[in-house]
C-alpha cells in the first residue's frame, strides 16, 4: 500500500502530537516526584520569601506542563482528523469507480416494469 503526501503529514503530525503528550506526561510525572520540603523560620517575611519563589516556580512548571499537553493533544485530533478525511475521500473515489449492486438491481427492476 503505498502512502500519499496528505497520509504521510497525517502520520507525521499524529506522531508528533503523541510524542508532545508522552514528554508532557513524563516531565509532570518527574516534577511531582521531587521532594517537598515544609519551611519554618521565626521571620514571617523571609518565610513568604522563602515559600512564595518555589510556588512561583511550581505554577511555571504547571503551567509549561499544561501548555505541553494541549499543544500535544490538538497536534494528535490534526492529525487523526487528516487520516480520517484521507480514508474518506479514498472511500468515496473508489465508490463512484464501482457501483454498488443496489443501485444497479434499481436499475434492472426499473427497466423491467
Known amino acids: 500500500m503505498k502512502l500519499d ?3 504521510i503529514s497525517g502520520i507525521v503530525v499524529l ?4 510524542a508532545l503528550l508522552i ?4 516531565n509532570a510525572y518527574a516534577f511531582l516526584t521531587g521532594q517537598l520540603e515544609i519551611l519554618a ?6 518565610a513568604f520569601g522563602e515559600a ?8 511555571i512548571r504547571i503551567l509549561y506542563l499544561a501548555i ?3 499543544i500535544g493533544s490538538i497536534l494528535t485530533i490534526r492529525g487523526i482528523q487528516i487520516l480520517k478525511i484521507e480514508s474518506q475521500a479514498a472511500a468515496e473515489a473508489q465508490q463512484k469507480g ?3 449492486t443496489r443501485h444497479g438491481n434499481a436499475n434492472k427492476k426499473k427497466s423491467t416494469a
Open 5 to 7: 503526501k496528505v497520509e
Open 15 to 18: 506522531f508528533l502530537g503523541v
Open 98 to 100: 464501482n457501483p454498488t
Open 68 to 70: 505541553m499537553g494541549w
Open 23 to 26: 514528554f508532557a506526561f513524563f
Open 41 to 46: 523560620s521565626q521571620d514571617i517575611l523571609q
Open 52 to 59: 512564595l519563589a518555589p510556588l512561583i516556580v511550581a505554577c
